[in-house]
């Protein structure tokens, strides 16, 4: 809207310093010979050039079906099956091309680049770097996605996890107390402490599984086999034991249900769709700017050809008064203001041939990713679309607001974003309970090893006599000549044949649930104040109002959006009557002073002020198609039209590549579109 606006205002100020501009004469030729004077004389003056507008057709040019599938899905990691390190390694991002795609190269013939509105759009959506840019979004938002179903960023990690350590230990400890282990000392007058050599192999492995109801499952299995020198009192030496434990955890009120436990997977799949709609409005935004940035070359074009034709009706009446002058059938006045009109109308076309240039530029910045590549340095971009006269749609304004609501993406981010604070509103809700979970244990406990039984020899060692309290005297001596009544000593025994055991006896007690453990219970955790869950329960329902209010002001800045268009699209459609009505008079206006002038019955200014108002119509008239054409572009943007009417798919965004062959001129395939319009 502002460049319509910055061109209306350019064309006015144009007219305005044509019918204000100074009488004087730059630039005079020398005069003429008076041979020539006298062939002038007998020679007719020629008809004044005309400019002939473009005969626009009916209808918007026909658009080729635009479509490939999205690019990779990251949502979905690697599958760990049959490659098992798949998950381990860092997955491949294609570096971003910023190279111009080979259809440019293709369009461009003798140094000139054959556009057509068509191809304009499909370069767009090729090299945009703005819609390069966004497309990343709703990739990045597909890898957090990835990460929300791994629970990574949330209360419970959904992934698998096994954890396991295997580990050797041998060590050998000094016995200071010969009793601690069981053995005596050596005899003699020097004693030497008694080494305890221990050898241990420790295999622990544990697996944890959560699920989406907020169930946690625990299973551990720990083996360790051990082995001493000194195990007297030990059954199995070496001996295995392992132990293995299960344990399953619901929680009851916080935590309790699937949505407290998916929330993040639930808004990481909107924010995928929020992301996808970001990209279909920066493309709506794109093609709308390619194709008015299109249409404003072609109107630049058509109005340097309008000056061009100002300037050469300019050139040809300063001449044809010239001829008068020397022949002295027409005052000096007449020639000077041919001359002046002939050199303002010069500075118009300078300015016409600079917006012209200035438009070139913007629409290549447009449709390339490297405007500076070698083969566009000094192209010049000749449009192959004519202009058209747009259908203007007799739609009410209720009807096409209730379609702007269902198409346009604002709406449907705003909606999206209004879907995450429900969902957050709800999970805080459930987070503002006391934490209450139930739980309950199954363990099993197995052992095994090698047995070396004692065989008993039958002797004993005696070590002190045991006397009668009778023959304990008064003083609490017993005397010399006391007889014992018996000898105590210990029995001597020696080792026999190990029996051999060993994990196989282990697993076979733990698989049989010898030693079985079972536990049961409830544990819970009630927060004193629970300042923290109402916090985060009220920043949620802050959240999700101010996204209501949100969304109903996107909705009332569409309908202001349709109403504008439609306002627009209408007026501009009346104007084009209104101006090709002006020009016609114009011309004939304009005609009918050119030959009074030829005639005698006219001067060179009024000629010039005719001359003046025809391009200024003809000017007017070629805006206002163009302003028409503009609207509808405007107006299917505001319907959240534009995708559809240029029959564009969301997918040739993503991947960047359009599968419809380039319109080039003068192949059979841009005849054959020729000739279907």
Known sequence: ??????????????????????????????????????????????????????????????????????????????????????????????????????????????????????????????????????????????????????GANGRLAFDPVATGNIYWQDETIPINNPFFAGVGTTAGTSTTATGLVDHNTVANFGYTQNFETGTQFQMSFNTTRSSTNFGSFDLFNPSVQSTMTMQITQPLLNGAGILPNIRYILEAKNTVKVGQSQLAQQVITTITQVATDYWELVYAIENVKVEQVAVAADQQLYENNKKQLEIGTMAPLDVITAQSQLATDQ????????????DETTLLVAITKDPLSGNLKGVEIVPTTIIYN???????????????????????????????????????????????????????????????????????????????????????????????????????????????????????????ARYPTFEGGVTFNL???????????????????????????????????????LITLVQDRAAITAAEEARVYAQQSYDDQVKKLQLGTSDAFTVVQKQQLLTAAEGVELRDRINLIEAELTFNQAMGRTLEVNDITLADALRGKVTHEPNIPGTPVADSRVAAK
Do not use: C
Not at 347 to 358: C, D, I, N, S, Y
């Open 347 to 358: 500075q118009a076309l300078v300015q016409a041939q600079t917006t012209q240039l200035l």
């Open 1 to 150: 809207m502002s460049g319509r606006l910055m061109h209306a205002a350019m064309a006015l100020l144009t007219s305005a310093s044509l019918l204000a501009s100074p009488l004087y004469a730059q630039d005079q030729q020398p005069p003429a010979s008076n041979a020539q004077a006298q062939s002038q004389t007998t020679s007719p003056q020629q008809a004044p050039p005309i400019y002939e507008p473009p005969k626009p057709t009916e209808g918007p040019p026909a658009s080729p079906a635009r479509s490939l599938k999205l690019g990779p899905d990251y949502s979905k990691g690697p599958s760990w099956f049959p490659d098992v390190i798949a998950p381990y390694r860092q997955r491949n991002v294609e570096q971003p091309t910023l190279t111009n795609s080979p259809r440019l190269d293709q369009l461009i013939q003798n140094g000139k680049l054959m556009l057509s509105l068509e191809d304009a759009i499909s370069l767009g959506l090729e090299n945009n770097l703005s819609i390069a840019v966004e497309r990343y979004v709703p990739w990045i938002d597909e890898a957090q996605l990835l990460l929300a179903k791994s």
């Open 527 to 565: 927060p004193i104040r629970n300042r923290a869950a109402q916090a985060n329960n009220a920043i949620a329902q802050l959240n999700q109002r101010e996204q209501e209010v949100n969304y109903a002001q996107t909705k009332s800045t569409i309908v202001l959006n349709v109403r504008q268009a």
């Open 390 to 512: 747009p259908v203007v749609e007799n739609i009410s304004l209720d009807d096409a607001v209730n379609e702007a609501w269902k198409k346009r993406p604002e709406l449907e981010q705003a909606a999206l974003n209004l879907k995450n604070e429900e969902i957050e509103v709800k999970a805080t809700r459930n987070a503002l309970r006391p934490t209450v979970n139930l739980f309950a244990e199954y363990s099993a406990q197995g052992i095994g090893g090698v047995v070396t039984p004692e065989t008993p020899t039958g002797t004993f060692l005696e070590t002190s006599p045991i006397y009668s309290l009778a023959d304990v005297g008064a003083d609490g001596i017993i005397p010399s000549t006391a007889v014992p009544i018996a000898v105590s000593g210990t029995e001597l025994t020696t080792p026999g044949t190990p029996i051999p055991g060993g994990i196989g006896d282990d697993l076979s007690t733990l698989i049989h």
